[in-house]
């Protein structure tokens, strides 16, 4: 049985569940809850650099980000499912995966400057350059909404997280201005029933 150290927020978390379920591999994964801000928590030793989702293996190795996780569990499964074997599906994936992954990693640092910093010293110009970042990544994916795959691929997976985390702790602010993604997250949403499984409250 592998092991999942995670928490139920981390929208990375969340992807390497929603692909378990679409992989048929969530039975053989335990998930056990991670504090990365716990010093004692071996997480720090599971990960050096302390981040979440560590994927532990039945030999103990672990593997980790999130990137390598679904890699690792598409093997596993056979390959070609989440990540297609074709030259153009297969680096189209991986490219919505990365600007998706981009947009996640700047709302998280935006949470962290408000939960870390003490209002007095937030810096408004930094938190404005993540939101540029996210605004420009919404902006691409609206223009050029992906398709949907019977199979979802690690973009398509990777792009239903990041929305998901947008409305968890933004509110879904995003949603007035990309109708397309709202579309979109609505069929997904509907075709893999997973990430219905994998929401938190707010």
């Known amino acids: 049985m592998m092991i999942l150290r995670s928490s139920p927020p981390s929208p990375f978390g969340r992807k390497v569940n929603i692909a378990a379920a679409i992989l048929g591999l969530a039975g053989d994964i335990t998930i056990e809850k991670a504090d990365t801000t716990d010093a004692t928590d071996s997480v720090r030793i599971q990960n050096p650099v302390g981040k979440i989702p560590v994927l532990i293996l039945e030999d103990g190795s672990t593997l980790f980000d999130s990137r390598v996780i679904l890699e690792y569990l598409d093997h596993r499964a056979g390959g070609g499912k989440i990540i297609p074997r074709e030259s153009k599906p297969r680096f ?28 007095e010293h937030h810096v408004q110009k930094w938190v404005d350059y993540q939101a540029e970042k996210i605004a420009r990544a919404l902006a691409a994916v609206e223009a050029d909404v992906p398709p949907l795959d019977p199979i979802p691929s690690v973009g398509q997976i990777t792009l239903a997280c990041m ?40």
């Open 163 to 202: 929305l998901g985390y947008r409305d968890l702790r933004f509110h879904g602010a995003w949603r007035a201005d990309h109708p397309k993604l709202v579309a979109w997250l609505d069929r997904f949403a509907a075709q893999v029933p997973a990430f219905a499984a994998t929401k938190v409250a707010a």
């Open 92 to 119: 189209a994936a991986l490219r919505l995966q990365a600007v998706c992954d981009g947009a996640l990693d700047a709302s998280i640092l935006q949470v962290y400057e408000g939960r870390w910093r003490p209002p």
